[in-house]
């Protein structure tokens, strides 16, 4: 089993920038992908960004050049850095562990951006 724990969402005007964090515990295998998720209501679960434990990165088109992802594979954690944030960012975000098929979610945290 493995366990993920989010924090760093809240509240953000337009064009402010947020940082989430995600840390993982449990029976984690080395060569894992982590990955950013998020679900809009009303909208289904899309992939923000993905980075595997080489460092290798993939962006949805949507948040590229806006957000950069990040992780420390000694620590076992991740980051989602986010900046010129949009209304339509808002959305309930998922970190991901990914190795082989075997995947994992966190409890996911809220961003919301709003003047």
């Known amino acids: 089993q493995v366990q993920l724990a989010e924090s760093g969402g809240g509240l953000v005007q337009p064009g402010g920038s947020l940082r989430l964090s995600c840390a993982a515990s449990g029976s984690i295998r080395r060569n894992y992908a982590m990955g950013w998720y998020r679900q809009a209501p009303g909208k289904q679960r899309e992939l923000v960004a993905r980075i595997t434990s080489g460092g290798s990165t993939m962006y949805a088109d949507a948040v590229k050049g806006r957000f950069t992802i990040s992780r420390d594979n000694a620590k076992n954690t991740g980051s989602l850095q986010m900046s010129s944030l949009k209304p339509e960012d808002t959305a309930v975000y998922y970190c991901?562990?990914?190795?082989?098929?075997?995947?994992?979610w966190g409890q996911g945290t809220q961003v919301t951006v709003s003047s």
């Open positions: 991901n562990y990914n190795y082989l098929g075997m995947v994992y």
